[in-house]
């Protein structure tokens, strides 16, 4: 059977992360046993880590936690990603751990994965508001413009890969980059690999409050052109 790993950063998410895990430790089944659903949790401030090791050690012995990475969001999925690769899984499936995001349309990626490298969620309604919506929108066209791929989500938290291809473009990106997964499904499309992006519900934060602020983003964003521009010139 494969084996799959459930990779998820958190941070501050004591409010959400105990019915996160219990949504989604059910896809474990029917999977290898070696499967496992990896957080990376650095730098809560408050008891996401109390709580993930009581259930680990209670009823969910396939939660691994991981608390000595970078504690902003995307250098965790960074290391979440070289985690999964490391120890030896078939494919990756990355999600966030707010409770946006839906297991029940988990199944419609798992019975395509034989076909593609990677299946991306598009979050064609977003409950988080239209100013996220409006910056995705913008981050799309730059990637058209910059590496001339046309993807309708490119940073969707819901994404289905086979771990040798994300191993294939992971060390291009620094340990402290901020969007690894806006580059990941950057690379998938500009270097052809077999894709899809299927439609997902992505509903508003259940609880707690964002890390990632809109200013924070635009400030990520205006950084995100010079390494657009890096990126290219290696690309060709």
């Known amino acids: 059977?494969?084996?799959?790993?459930?990779?998820?950063?958190?941070?501050?998410?004591?409010?959400?992360?105990?019915?996160?895990?219990?949504?989604?430790?059910?896809?474990?089944?029917?999977?290898?046993?070696?499967?496992?659903?990896?957080?990376?949790?650095?730098g809560s401030k408050d008891r996401t880590h109390e709580i993930l090791v009581n259930m680990k050690n209670t009823e969910y012995p396939q939660i691994e936690i991981l608390s000595e990475t970078n504690q902003y969001h995307g250098p965790k999925v960074i290391a979440l990603y070289k985690y999964a690769i490391e120890n030896g899984a078939d494919y990756i499936f990355q999600t966030d751990s707010d409770g946006q995001t839906d297991p029940n349309e988990f199944e419609m990626f798992w019975d395509e994965r034989e076909n593609y490298d990677?299946?991306?969620?598009?979050?064609?309604?977003?409950?988080?508001?239209?100013?996220?919506?409006?910056?995705?929108?913008?981050?799309?066209?730059?990637?058209?413009?910059?590496?001339?791929?046309?993807?309708?989500?490119?940073?969707?938290?819901?994404?289905?890969?086979?771990?040798?291809?994300?191993?294939?473009?992971?060390?291009?990106?620094?340990?402290?980059?901020?969007?690894?997964?806006?580059?990941?499904?950057?690379?998938?499309?500009?270097?052809?690999?077999?894709i899809d992006f299927k439609e997902i519900s992505f509903k508003p934060r259940q609880a707690g409050v964002n890390s990632i602020n809109i200013p924070r983003i635009i400030k990520i964003g205006w950084n995100a052109l010079g390494d657009f521009r890096k990126f290219k010139r290696e690309m060709r």
Do not use: H
């Open 118 to 194: 990677g299946i991306f969620g598009n979050r064609t309604v977003r409950g988080d508001g239209k100013d996220r919506a409006f910056v995705e929108q913008v981050v799309c066209k730059l990637l058209k413009i910059y590496f001339g791929v046309n993807v309708p989500d490119a940073n969707a938290p819901y994404r289905l890969m086979k771990a040798d291809v994300v191993n294939k473009y992971l060390s291009r990106m620094p340990a402290d980059y901020n969007l690894p997964n806006i580059m990941i499904t950057t690379f998938f499309s500009y270097y052809d690999e077999k």
């Open 1 to 42: 059977m494969e084996k799959i790993y459930i990779v998820m950063p958190a941070y501050n998410e004591e409010d959400n992360i105990q019915e996160v895990i219990e949504q989604w430790y059910p896809i474990l089944n029917g999977k290898s046993g070696d499967s496992k659903i990896v957080i990376a949790d650095s």
